[in-house]
């Protein structure tokens, strides 16, 4: 079995160009086009989030590849305002040699060294005995049925901005799943950062450590990484 941290890929944007889009739709609604210049109005943005008026957020949308655990991917797909496009469990048979003839898992960021190895008992025995059901005639959609929570799931999520704010503020709390927050809160910050007038107000765990944050891949496509 092969064990891995939580990652997102997120394709590189013009950050830019999705901010002045934003700004630009926003001015209709005041009749105060004159304003927009070649600098972007950050303030005008803010203001827009201060105010409540995210429905201009929903113009502009991002497109993510989440690989987390499928117990995860569940709390993620609970966001209805979202495109999603997930590995299959019905489809997907592990033992082929494209999977490396193996289960793969996402390492929890919570257990000491005696849990995890329960942990890790566990899943050889789940891992053991998939390959047995398939050997005995069982399908890829039969077999799932004793998939732990703990399963490697890849999954692309579209969101517009105001949807992905709505997301973030809740999955970055101090009451959101450590499993959740440790993809959430990387994403926010890389979010706060590049799209900075609409992700700054958005507060965060700052207690949960930064060893536990899951990677952030920026990428020119999905396809160029492993
Ligand atoms: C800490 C935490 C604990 C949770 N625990 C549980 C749990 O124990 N059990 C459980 O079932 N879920 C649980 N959830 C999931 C939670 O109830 C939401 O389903 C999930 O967070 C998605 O949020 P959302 O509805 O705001 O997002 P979206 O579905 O993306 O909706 C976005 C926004 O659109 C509006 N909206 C969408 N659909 C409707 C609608 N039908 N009617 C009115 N307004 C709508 C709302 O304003 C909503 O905030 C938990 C979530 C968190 C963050």
């Known amino acids: 079995m092969k064990i891995q941290k939580a990652q997102i890929l997120v394709p590189k944007t013009d950050a830019n160009m999705i901010l002045k889009n934003l700004e630009r739709y926003g001015r209709v609604c005041y009749k105060s086009e004159d304003k927009f210049g ?27 590849l989440f690989i987390i655990d499928r117990g995860v991917s569940h709390e993620l797909v609970r966001h209805r305002i979202a495109s999603y496009s997930q590995e299959s469990t019905r489809y997907c048979n592990y033992s082929k040699d494209k999977f490396g003839n193996e289960l793969t898992f996402i390492e929890p960021v919570f257990f000491d060294e005696a849990a995890r190895k329960i942990w890790a008992d ?105």
């Open 122 to 226: 566990t899943l050889e025995d789940i891992e053991r005995n998939y390959f047995k059901l398939l050997e005995l005639g069982a399908t890829p959609q039969e077999a799932r049925s004793i998939l732990p929570n703990s399963l490697k799931t890849e999954i692309v999520v579209t969101m517009n901005f105001r949807s992905l704010r709505n997301f973030l503020k809740l999955r970055t709390s101090p009451s959101a799943h450590p499993q959740i927050k440790e993809v959430a809160i990387p994403l926010l910050l890389y979010l706060k950062e590049r799209f900075e007038p609409l992700f700054a107000d958005i507060d965060y765990d700052q207690s949960f450590g930064l060893e536990k944050y899951g990677e952030i891949i920026e990428t020119n496509s999905f396809f160029e990484v492993e």
């Open 38 to 64: 070649e600098n972007i109005s950050s303030g005008m943005l803010k203001t827009l989030v201060a105010k409540n008026h995210e429905s201009v957020l929903e113009h502009e949308k991002l497109t993510m």
